[in-house]
């Protein structure tokens, strides 16, 4: 209860901050529930030039990177689980070691390399920079997930008439859903949250992100810490929705697909 505690106090100091006014924000005294309500916070944060092209190049570049990374990973993880082939675990080695590397330290190389391509402020270049950092995790996380599907559900299916992508559609699929699921959020995370390259690849602000959105509440005369605080707070909820929606998979999707005996 107590770690609980000490989880949820920052999300609600952050709500709880969105709708003070602004004299309560700054006060020396901590006001620890709103009142009066003030929306005014949200309003300014909304206002800001440019917020809905923010909105849809993050949707964009999210999306995008989830769906792509998910769909590469599946097919690598059941290739490197299931297929025996030479460089076989020189594979698995790699996937370890580049998980180990900081993306700050990649920031650099990943710059020069998409400039050499043209990439540079193109949303595109954006969404394969992120699925360069998720597709290792993902690929490793899908890959134990496959280990553990009995081989004989397979064999099973095939038997019964199944052609081999059926097999995967109607077996393998569902009962990997819990790491499709938890793949799929880290992979939703890493890229909605990412400033730092939305920042160094993004030249022109039509293809600026949410994250780089949130910095302009910043300026060289002062700081909106009420519309900043807000815009953080709706900056969070396609997240906690995106958890909810799938969080029912979790554990639902580990006995989907099993065959009765």
């Known amino acids: 209860m107590a770690v609980s505690a000490v989880m949820v106090f920052p999300v609600y100091w952050m709500v709880a901050t969105a709708l003070k006014e602004r004299s309560d924000i700054l006060s020396a005294v901590p006001k620890f529930v709103p009142w009066p309500i003030s929306l005014e916070n949200f309003t300014r944060a909304l206002d800001k ?3 809905w092209t923010f909105v849809r190049n993050s949707l964009t570049v999210t999306v995008s990177s989830v769906v792509l ?5 599946l097919f690598a993880a059941i290739a490197i689980a299931r297929f025996r082939f030479a460089g076989r675990r020189a594979v698995l080695i790699i996937l370890v070691l580049v998980q180990m590397v900081p993306a700050a330290a990649m920031v650099i190389p990943v710059y ?13 270049g954006l969404v394969l920079t992120y699925m360069t950092f998720v597709l ?4 490793w996380t899908l890959r134990g997930f496959v280990d553990g599907v009995p081989v004989e559900l397979e064999e099973a ?3 019964d008439g199944c052609g081999r992508f059926q097999m995967y559609v109607r077996v393998l699929l569902p ?12 992979a939703f995370v890493n890229a909605w949250d990412d400033y730092i390259f939305a920042y160094v690849i993004m030249k022109s602000q039509d293809n600026y992100t949410l994250p780089v959105w949130l ?5 060289s005369e002062s700081v909106d810490y009420g519309a900043m605080i807000a815009a953080s707070t709706i900056f969070s909820i396609p997240v906690l929705v995106f958890f909810l929606l ?3 998979r979790l554990v639902g999707g580990m006995t989907s697909g099993a065959v009765k005996g």
């Open 49 to 51: 030039p440019g917020f």
């Open 175 to 186: 009962l990997l859903m819990p790491g499709i699921v938890a793949t799929s959020i880290f």
């Open 246 to 248: 799938v969080q029912r």
């Open 157 to 159: 299916a095939l038997v």
């Open 136 to 139: 290792p995790f993902t690929i």
């Open 112 to 124: 020069l390399m998409l400039r050499s391509v043209g990439g540079l402020d193109f949303l595109p």
């Open 69 to 73: 990374s998910l769909i590469i990973s």
């Open 215 to 219: 910095v302009s509440f910043k300026t």
